[in-house]
């Protein structure tokens, strides 16, 4: 797929509308969330169909601890029980588990658990990142935190420091930024989901809940993105005299003119 226009490497997707499809229906929260659990197996393979190396998802953020006891513990023996039927899937599709986020606010059985999950699936070519207790702000947070303790310590230099240097430092720094970013539940903004990894990253919002984005839901989203122009901030394919044009005919259209 290397000669396909706007080479996709990473999709990142803030699972969002378990609660609200279980609502519509008459179910308690926890359906919803079991029904997105489903939904990502079949996600998982349509990745590979289109031969993406990363798929990061967002599962649980710092802030779901404020949901009820009750929604956060059943999120928490979902989480286990999901680890278990997708250990096999992983292993045997060749992908590897990374879970990032704070670890230490979940049991010490979960912990173990994704640490089983991910020793087993280590030699994957595929990645599957899970963002659990996961906030963009704590991500940056703690890059800075363990950059300032490796300044104390000797081991880095504060001239050194560079964005670059930063980004080494992120929850997800050795892997490629996020390509296209995808959100479902209707919502436009990205709730505190890999602020520094998503600078550049494309947006789709998918207007329908998580439990039915279903695989053409996903190559929509492809194929969406493959028809954006990526500019990184320039456009290459413009001579100064066209850029001063479009320039000057955004002025207008933003004057009124």
Request: glycine share 6%; net charge neutral; charged share 30%.
């Amino acid at each position: 797929m290397a000669d396909l226009p706007n080479p996709l490497r990473h999709v990142a997707i803030i699972m969002d509308g378990n609660n609200r499809w279980a609502k519509d229906r008459g179910l308690p929260p926890l359906s919803g969330h079991q029904a997105g659990a489903d939904r990502l197996r079949e996600i998982i393979e349509r990745c590979g169909k289109h031969d993406i190396e990363v798929l990061t998802v967002f599962a649980f953020s710092s802030e779901n601890w404020k949901r009820s006891r009750q929604e956060v513990g059943g999120l928490m023996s979902l989480f286990s029980s999901t680890l278990k039927r997708y250990r096999k899937d992983l292993v045997e599709q060749n992908i590897r588990l990374r879970v990032v986020g704070r670890r230490d606010r979940f049991s010490e059985r979960l912990q173990k658990q994704i640490a089983e999950v991910e020793q087993a699936t280590s030699s994957g070519n595929r990645t599957l990142v899970i963002a659990a207790d996961y906030g963009g702000r704590w991500d940056i947070a703690q890059a800075a935190e363990r950059m300032a303790r490796d300044c104390v310590e000797g081991k880095l230099n504060p001239d050194d420091i560079s964005e670059q240097c930063l980004h080494q430092y992120t929850s997800i720094g050795d892997l490629p930024d996020p390509d296209l970013l995808i959100r479902t539940g209707a919502e436009y903004r990205i709730s505190n989901f890999l602020l520094w990894q998503c600078a550049y990253t494309e947006f789709f919002f998918a207007h329908c809940y998580w439990p039915d984005f279903d695989a053409s839901w996903f190559d929509k989203a492809v194929r969406e993105y493959r028809r954006r122009t990526r500019r990184f901030g320039a456009n290459p394919d413009l001579d100064e005299g066209a850029l001063d044009e479009d320039v000057s005919s955004a002025r207008a259209v933003r004057s009124g003119r």
